[in-house]
């Protein structure tokens, strides 16, 4: 569902990278769009990426 501030976003992708969305997407118990597919993988990635957190001072 769209928000009033999301921004457009677009990319190219070749067949072979959207296959591989695809299957990933019908991997997942409900199907999400294609879009929302991509916003599930980049948060993956960003979390598993994110550095700890600091402790507070």
């Known amino acids: 569902m ?4 999301d921004k457009v976003f677009q990319m190219r992708a070749s ?5 591989m969305l695809d299957n990933w997407r019908r991997s997942q118990p409900s ?3 294609r879009a929302e597919a991509i916003r599930q993988l980049v948060a993956i990635a960003l979390a598993a990426e994110a550095p700890p957190a ?3 001072e």
């Open 2 to 5: 769209p928000l009033h501030h």
């Open 15 to 19: 067949e072979e990278w959207l296959a």
């Open 31 to 33: 199907i999400p769009s």
């Open 54 to 56: 600091k402790p507070p």
